[in-house]
């Protein structure tokens, strides 16, 4: 045996958000290294340089399988 815990199917959700897609978010708490944190449908999004209280419009740069990185546009 490996030592890997075998797949019990669990609640596989598909992801709420796109790479190189825009969404419109507001920034609600802040992230151990500083950077904000947004949610998508409960998705968590890290974005960099904003603050909580921030509505910002943010481009998805790439998705994790919890997470995902985004930057601010305009």
Excluded: L
């Excluded at 190189?20 to 944190?37: A, L, N, P, W």
């Excluded at 921030?54 to 919890?66: A, E, P």
């Amino acid at each position: 045996m490996s030592g890997r815990k075998p797949f019990r199917g669990g609640s596989f959700k598909p992801c709420p958000v796109e790479v190189g897609k825009d969404y419109e978010v507001e920034i609600s708490e802040t992230s151990r290294r500083g950077e904000g944190i947004a949610r998508i449908k409960g998705f968590v999004v890290f974005v960099p340089e904003t603050k909580p209280g921030d509505h910002v419009t943010i481009r998805i740069n790439r998705i994790g399988r919890r997470c995902a990185n985004a930057t601010v546009v305009g």
